[in-house]
């Protein structure tokens, strides 16, 4: 477990760091979020006593890192992109490390293996690509069989393969218990991995909870098409929804899907799309980093809830999602026009799309009420493509 | 500790710039100590220097300090076992190079040089905890040993590299103010070497 409270670091009247308190427990991968310079990787240094805060606590396991016994059989980290000698073949910096921290040099060879290095592991390090080095920063971490891992950019220089493999790798973790903390300027690059989230802007935590409650903290869009939009538009509203169009459908806040679908079937409108948006999650963060938006939860909630199903148990990859075809966008005005709504009705009738099956509430699926809003997606359509 | 001094001793033997660099320095010694056991002795005491500074700057140039302090937190203790490599590298390479001193009838040449050459090691390690670049540090000490030692003080006075000339010719109060000198750095070392570590 990792546990930050009150911790500081000012560097002359600069707080670099100013009373960020988190937790980070086993069995979860907690994200560590903030924009470039936003005190992510002093907070981690000083966790890794690499610095010395000002003030405040920094542990693991209860104590400060300084006081493990053999801290990297407890704590494997990753820092920056990749740290190791230029000169030093792949394996002879892992055997370095290995004689180090007293592991057997065997499993120098089986980590190599591990990390898609055993091929490369004769070669420099300097002449590693940057992916090749975060592999074998990965490695490194990884000696000593560590419970703790703290991860900080891990996904610099990585390709869509390498993030992958990081991201299955980093849960495979959390599941056999272990705790995961991991930093990263970009919450959609983290939002398929992490559990738990703390967002930090400039030194103080704004937000720290579970990542569903971050979702669920955003207003949930819902995307309607139906055949008379005005008859719609009103019985939205007086169903106390707010309502507004992109000029081709309704944008709907404030219902959930069965219940759109519901208030359609009884004003007698036939539906051609019922979609529920997924929130734009790096929206949210740019909100939260720049105080834009209130605080949906707690700051600096210590303790997310373990027994919280992950998120990326939650939220599917987008490899799951069905991609939906560009259209044509029409105006507001041309929406409620009946030539537009007869070429509408034409247009829909003609289309075979997956995202627009309509969803009657006799065919709607019963939807767990603590289930995230993505889990909601009735057509599997996102439109804003963030995740 | 002594996963620490094996450790940077392995390092240093498949670094292939510092492999390469000791044993183009261990054939100079060699050869000058077919020329002049004192030759030998000069390039042993530099060279011992120049090992104990750049097996201490290589870790912060390349940032694997931080590998090294997230596996070894205890600073001091690693700080021990990096001047017991500096002073193991610096002796093994005195010891090898200069072994046709030591048959040729200078043995009490090489046994004196055996003496001061880890204490020079020493020092460059501790004052490489201290700066922790290694260009500044050389060429600063350089400058110091030209202008203010040789130029200044005409190597007359008991400061570091004047101690040394002297210790390494025998003169045991100049090997004690050498050895003093190699000690204060060390202690300034084991304060320096808690500052923070820079991973920008």
Redesign the interface.
């Known amino acids: 477990m990792i546990e930050l409270i009150e911790l500081t670091k000012a560097y002359g009247r600069v707080r670099a760091v100013d009373g960020v308190t988190f937790t980070a427990v086993p069995g979860r991968v907690t994200g560590f979020l903030g924009l470039n310079g936003s005190g992510k ?1 002093t907070t981690l ?1 000083m966790l ?5 805060p000002t003030s405040g606590q920094a542990l693991i396991n209860k104590v400060r ?2 006081e ?1 016994d053999n ?2 059989r407890q ?1 494997g ?1 990753v ?2 992109q990749g ?7 792949g394996r ?1 910096h892992l ?3 290995a ?4 592991v057997d040099r065997a499993r120098v060879d089986v980590l190599l293996e591990q990390v898609g290095l055993a091929a490369a592991a004769e070669q ?1 390090c300097g002449d590693y690509s940057l992916g090749m080095r975060q592999r074998l920063a990965v490695a ?1 971490a990884l000696l000593g069989e560590p419970q703790v891992l703290i991860l900080d950019e891990p996904a610099n220089g990585l390709d869509p393969e390498g993030i992958a493999w990081l991201r299955e790798l980093l849960r495979d973790h959390a599941r056999a218990g272990g705790t995961v903390l991991i930093s990263s300027h970009l919450l959609a690059e983290l939002a398929q991995l992490i559990d738990d989230v703390v967002i930090i802007s400039e030194g103080t935590v704004r937000y720290a909870a579970p990542l569903s409650e971050l979702y669920g903290s955003a207003s949930a869009r819902l995307r309607i098409r139906g055949r008379d939009p005005q008859r719609l538009w009103r019985a939205f509203e007086e169903a106390g929804a707010t309502v507004d169009t992109d000029g081709y459908a309704l944008e709907v806040i404030g219902l959930a899907p069965e219940d759109a679908g519901d208030i359609a079937f009884e004003a007698g409108v036939p539906l051609y799309e019922l979609a529920s948006d997924a929130p734009n999650l790096e929206q949210i963060f740019l909100n939260l980093v720049a105080g834009d938006a209130p605080v949906p939860a707690p700051v600096a909630a210590p303790a997310p809830d373990p027994g919280s199903p992950p998120a990326a148990d939650l939220f599917p990859a987008p490899a799951d999602l069905i991609p939906i075809p560009s259209e044509p966008p029409i105006s507001a005005e041309s929406l409620i026009s009946s030539e537009t709504l007869a070429s509408s009705e034409t247009r829909a009738s003609s289309e075979t799309r997956a995202s627009s099956e309509t969803r009657t509430p006799s065919e709607a699926a019963p939807i767990e009420a603590d289930a995230a809003p993505e889990a909601a997606v009735t057509t599997a359509t996102t439109q804003e493509g963030d995740r | 500790m002594i ?2 001094v ?2 940077e001793l ?2 240093l033997s ?5 492999a390469f660099s000791i044993a183009v320095f261990a054939a100079f010694g060699i050869i000058f100590s077919v020329m002049s056991a004192d030759m030998w002795a000069l390039l042993a005491g530099v060279s011992a220097f120049g090992f104990g500074v750049t097996g201490i700057t ?1 870790h912060y140039q ?3 300090a ?9 600073r001091i203790q690693v700080l021990l076992a990096q001047l017991l490599t500096t002073v193991i590298v610096s002796l093994g390479f005195a010891a090898v190079s200069g072994v046709v001193v030591l048959f040729s009838g200078d043995a009490d040449v090489y046994l004196r040089t055996l003496t001061v050459v880890p204490i020079m090691g020493l020092l460059g390690a501790a004052m490489a905890i201290v700066v922790r670049r290694a260009t500044p540090l050389v060429v600063g000490f350089a400058v110091w040993v030209i202008f203010i030692e040789a130029m200044y003080f005409r190597m007359e006075q008991p400061l570091p590299f004047s101690a040394y000339l002297d210790a390494a010719g025998g003169n045991g109060r100049a090997l004690v103010q050498f050895l003093g000198w190699a000690l204060a750095a060390v202690v300034a070392a084991t304060f320096s070497v ?1 500052r ?2 820079n ?2």
């Not at chain 2, 498949?14 to 510092?18: E, F, L, N, V």
């Open positions: 990787t240094r890794l006593g690499l610095s010395r890192f300084q493990l801290p990297a704590v980290a820092l920056e740290i190791s000698h230029p000169g030093q073949s002879a055997t370095t490390q004689l180090l921290i007293g420099r490194t | 996963a620490v094996r450790s392995y390092r498949t670094i292939r710039s510092s290589q390349h940032r694997t931080v590998l090294l302090y997230l596996a070894r937190p205890k808690r923070d570590v991973v920008d």
